[in-house]
């Protein structure tokens, strides 16, 4: 936590302290007020939570496309000059086995780069590859838990609507501005090549 969510906490729970001897509309006030108080505070975390998420999916994919690159800038290189060169002749096993059940395996047994038609009129699209479903159900589970995750479901309907709607609101902007970036920055990717 950092040290203005300490204060603002404590200045609450002194609030809150303060309004123990005060009449009863002024202490379900108070109580009001550092339930608002503690629910901000979980939507600053859940948000909080989901660009670290966000950015640990950058960083990963990040690595993985230098790696990627790197491996063949230096095939290429190793192979330029060299006729006898046997190393990358023999394939690796494991990441063969990756590509063909994870990386590359469609959901279905339908291929992934063909369109998914519901009718001769209705295109749904391209299917997912198993390991791009696996990133969305886990991204949407994980939204999900967020929204719901602390909400105490015991208390009038009215206040558990209200807190579900504020973190869902919350999610739904940083989710929006996500989404607004990978836009710009596919848009940039395709302009370029």
């Not at 108080?37 to 975390?45: E, G, H, I, Q, Y």
Request: aromatic share 12%.
């Amino acid at each position: 936590m950092s040290s203005t969510t300490r204060f603002i906490a404590v200045l609450a729970i002194a609030k809150l302290a303060s309004a123990e001897g005060a009449p009863a509309g002024t202490a379900a006030a108070a109580a009001a007020k550092a339930l608002q108080l503690k629910a901000a505070m979980f939507n600053r975390d859940f948000y909080n939570y989901i660009f670290i998420i966000c950015g640990s999916l950058v960083a990963v994919l990040l690595v993985w496309r230098v790696g990627m690159e790197s491996v063949k800038y230096v095939r290429t290189l190793t192979c330029l000059n060299n006729d006898t060169q046997r190393y990358f002749t023999v394939p690796s096993e494991w990441f063969a086995s990756f590509k063909k059940h994870v990386l590359y395996a469609p959901i279905f047994r339908k291929r992934h780069n063909r369109e998914f038609q519901l009718s001769a009129a209705l295109n749904v699209g391209t299917l997912p590859t198993r390991l791009q479903f696996l990133f969305l159900m886990s991204y949407f589970g994980t939204n999900v838990a967020f929204c719901v995750i602390s909400i105490d479901w015991s208390q009038k309907f009215t206040t558990a609507a209200q807190e579900l709607r504020n973190r869902t609101g919350i999610l739904a902007i940083v989710n929006m501005v996500r989404l607004s970036c990978l836009m710009l920055v596919s848009r940039d990717y395709v302009s370029k090549y």
